[in-house]
């Protein structure tokens, strides 16, 4: 008769995998490790890694969010500094690597100075003024 495995037990499996998992052991190797030391098949090794890879999952995006926090910490304290020192262009450039690293950084500036009344009235626009002004878009 098999026994039946506490919560508690499961869980630590599941450690003990992510643990494998972060060290690149490949799967067919975590299957003999858990077949000899647990006494499973590999439907249940195959169980424990897909918990496994959520946690590892979990733990990417706190280690990214913990990342993140530093990051605006570091550039806020360089930004009230700069301030405080009236060193606009460093408070200014502390903003703009705050930004590059939280993935909010503005797109590139388009020239829209364009002298067209309405949308309609594009009729009188030469293809070549049109190309000519896509470029341009693309330089900036």
Do not use: H, W
Not at 31 to 58: L, Q, S, W
């Amino acid at each position: 008769m098999a026994t039946t495995t506490t919560t508690k037990e499961v869980a630590d499996r599941i450690k003990d995998v992510l643990e494998l998992l972060i060290e690149s052991v490949p799967r067919k190797d975590i299957v003999d490790i858990c077949k000899k030391k647990y006494g499973v098949g590999p439907t249940t090794v195959d169980n424990y890694i897909k918990r496994a890879n959520k946690g590892f999952e979990k733990a990417i995006k706190a280690r990214s969010l913990d990342t993140l926090n530093y990051i605006q910490v570091r550039f806020n304290k360089i930004y009230d500094m700069a301030m405080a020192q009236g060193k606009l262009k460093e408070a200014n450039d502390a903003l703009a690597n705050l930004a590059k690293y939280s993935g909010l950084e503005p797109a590139k500036k388009v020239d829209s100075n364009v002298n067209i009344k309405d949308s309609s009235d594009l009729s009188d626009v030469s293809s070549a003024d049109l190309i000519s002004l896509v470029k341009k878009a693309g330089e900036s």
